[in-house]
């Protein structure tokens, strides 16, 4: 009786671990909006509405932009700002803030205090470095000397148990005598120093191998910004699966990349922003 029961068991913990496997590889892929893509509609629009509509498409979390110390979140304090999302049902894994204090070769102490309050304020894992001047990637020296900068800047995040991330344009793809300056920042940091939030629109239009690259650096690219190139201008943007990157195809590689969030993004539209936002999410979702 003993042993029947010991194999029913062992049977039926199979099943259940069988199952838990299935649910996990069919569980759906959450998808968050940047909330730069709406930069237009603040001002016109209550922040809450905007929020309210990109909840209600079906967006699980947002990326915020623009943050300063005087006016918050577009008038909000990060404290409201959390409750207001928390209303919507929406998180938060990270923001882009400002770091142009690095490009005069300074570290302000003050500001990145400033951000980790913020970022612990709304529950996010990541600070992310949205954009710098582009003449630091004239050169392999200005490259790794910025990449010295970030050491630092991580270091001070790590302390507070943040995560300091990287979000690329096009010129960090120029190459500087057998490598990017983005492939620099990838050797000279190392994962557990930096993340990298990869714009593969941005990453495109550079003439970037994105399979190869992901092969080259497994698991690095934390944070995805989705967004499409218009066919008739590939300066623009479009709706995700209207234009010219095949995202079927690049989402496979999501796990060897290193995919945990996946981030809509536009920079432009030529209809309505919030239907805009509605149909890059329905097409991403049935494509899963």
């Not at 838990?20 to 069919?26: D, R, V, Y």
């Not at 010295?148 to 500087?176: P, Q, T, W």
């Not at 920079?267 to 979702?285: M, T």
Request: hydrophobic letters at 35%; aromatic letters at 12%; charged letters at 30%.
């Amino acid at each position: 009786m003993n042993t029947l029961r010991r194999s029913f068991l062992i049977c039926l913990s199979l099943v259940l671990s069988l199952s838990i496997l299935a649910n996990a590889k069919t569980q759906p892929r959450a998808y968050g909006l940047q909330l730069y893509s709406l930069r237009n509609e603040f001002g016109k629009r209550s922040v809450e509405d905007i929020i309210s509509q990109v909840s209600k498409a079906g967006y699980s979390f947002v990326e915020p932009y623009g943050y300063s110390k005087k006016n918050g979140f577009w008038g909000l304090s990060p404290k409201n700002f959390k409750k207001l999302l928390d209303k919507y049902k929406l998180t938060t894994q990270g923001g882009h803030y400002e770091f142009g204090f690095l490009e005069k070769g300074t570290i302000d102490h003050d500001v990145l205090e400033d951000y980790i309050s913020v970022a612990k304020t709304l529950n996010q894992k990541y600070i992310i470095v949205p954009h710098i001047n582009k003449k630091i990637f004239d050169s392999e020296a200005k490259v790794k000397e910025f990449a010295g900068k970030l050491k630092v800047v991580s270091e001070i995040f790590r302390k507070a148990g943040l995560k300091l991330a990287y979000h690329n344009h096009d010129f960090e793809f120029n190459n500087l005598g057998g490598n990017t300056g983005y492939e620099i920042l990838l050797k000279e940091l190392k994962s557990s120093e930096m993340e990298f939030e990869i714009d593969l629109y941005w990453a495109v239009r550079a003439n970037q191998n994105i399979d190869a690259l992901f092969k080259e650096y497994p698991g690095r690219f934390t944070m995805w910004h989705i967004k499409d190139i218009r066919k008739s201008d590939e300066t623009k943007n479009t709706e995700i699966g209207n234009g010219t990157i095949d995202y079927k195809k690049i989402l496979k590689e999501a796990k060897l990349a290193g995919l945990k969030y996946a981030i809509v993004e536009q920079e432009n539209f030529e209809i309505d922003p919030f239907e805009s936002i509605n149909r890059s999410i329905k097409y991403l979702k049935s494509i899963q």
